[in-house]
């Protein structure tokens, strides 16, 4: 990044069952901007369910694009100084020719092979099939991860704005999908004691390789730089009643797999919601943008 480090914000992408956090430095102010004034600006609602809408210009003042993050908008003042408008969610991207674009969080069709609905605009693709047992992937430049249901029905894939929903994806399972503005975020939803307590999707990547790290978590690295890009942690589980429990998840060669605590589930109140997570590690949307150009 050409305007230096700063303090990292955690940006969740969620991808397949799988969350995906990426840092987003907090890039550090000239020597000029000492003066600067942070402000969380409430800004007017925006027509992206995801995304809150782009802070509005304070009077005589102009843009630092250079200054600017996915959660936040730099402006020079007319007395110098910089005022700053952030936002708790991401609202902008920088696209591969360096612009700061809006967020789309919205799913749109496409008629490319084996995908049915991407997010519209963002700093990542999210991939969807038309069918619970096609491929899920998420894509920034340079970089992917794709994940297939193991034993996933074809049941078709509806979609309302953001969200995209495979109902008996499984047996006694439906599967979730909510695009949101840093997020593809899926929930395994276990209707009745009836749905299975292990799971397992099949994994490829593009320029990463995948490793077990800790306690039941799994780091996938670039193979050019060899910093950590996505991080699968210990998954989460959680049922009707908000009692949540333990699961284990496993990797072996391309294959991701997580178990459900059966004791636990035995006594749990149905729905039982399932959600491992992937988060990113290390790289934001514009150093992985700026890596690969």
């Known amino acids: 990044m050409s305007e230096g480090s700063g303090l990292s914000r955690g940006v969740e992408l969620v991808f397949g069952v799988l969350t995906v ?7 550090a102010m000239p020597t000029a901007a000492l003066a600067t004034t942070l402000t969380d600006t409430t800004t007017s ?4 369910p995801g995304a809150p809408g782009a802070p509005t210009a304070p009077p005589n003042s102009t843009e630092v694009p250079s200054l600017d ?35 789309d969080d919205s799913l749109v069709p496409v008629t490319n092979p084996g995908e049915a609905y991407e997010n519209a605009a963002n ?4 991939e969807l099939p038309p069918t619970a047992n096609g491929a899920v992937s998420m894509h920034v430049p340079g970089y992917s991860v794709t994940f297939t249901l193991n034993g996933a029905s074809a049941s078709p894939v509806i979609t309302s704005g953001s969200t995209a929903t495979y109902s008996s994806a499984l047996a006694n399972v439906d ?6 503005p840093a997020a593809l975020e899926e929930s395994d939803i276990l209707e009745s004691s009836g749905a ?3 799971f397992a999707w099949n994994v490829s990547t593009t320029g990463l390789a995948m490793q077990t790290v800790g306690n039941d978590a799994i780091l996938f690295t670039s193979l050019t730089t060899h910093q950590p890009v996505f991080e699968v942690p210990a998954p989460t589980v959680t049922d009707a009643n908000g009692a949540t429990g333990t699961a284990s ?3 072996a060669p391309g294959q991701l797999s997580v178990a459900i605590d059966s004791t636990w589930l035995a006594s749990a109140a149905f729905p039982v919601t399932l959600d491992p997570t992937v988060e990113g590690t290390g790289n ?7 890596e690969n150009n």
């Open 21 to 27: 956090l990426i840092l987003v430095p907090v890039f």
């Open 45 to 48: 609602p925006s027509t992206n």
């Open 69 to 103: 993050t996915p959660t936040s908008t730099t402006w020079r003042l007319s007395n110098g100084s910089y005022e700053v408008s952030a936002e708790a969610a991401p609202y902008q991207y920088k696209d591969t020719s360096g612009n700061w674009e809006p967020i």
């Open 123 to 126: 700093a990542y693709t999210a």
């Open 175 to 180: 599967v979730k999908f909510d695009v949101e």
């Open 196 to 198: 299975p307590s292990q």
């Open 249 to 251: 998840l496993t990797l």
């Open 284 to 290: 934001s949307f514009c150093e992985i943008q700026q």
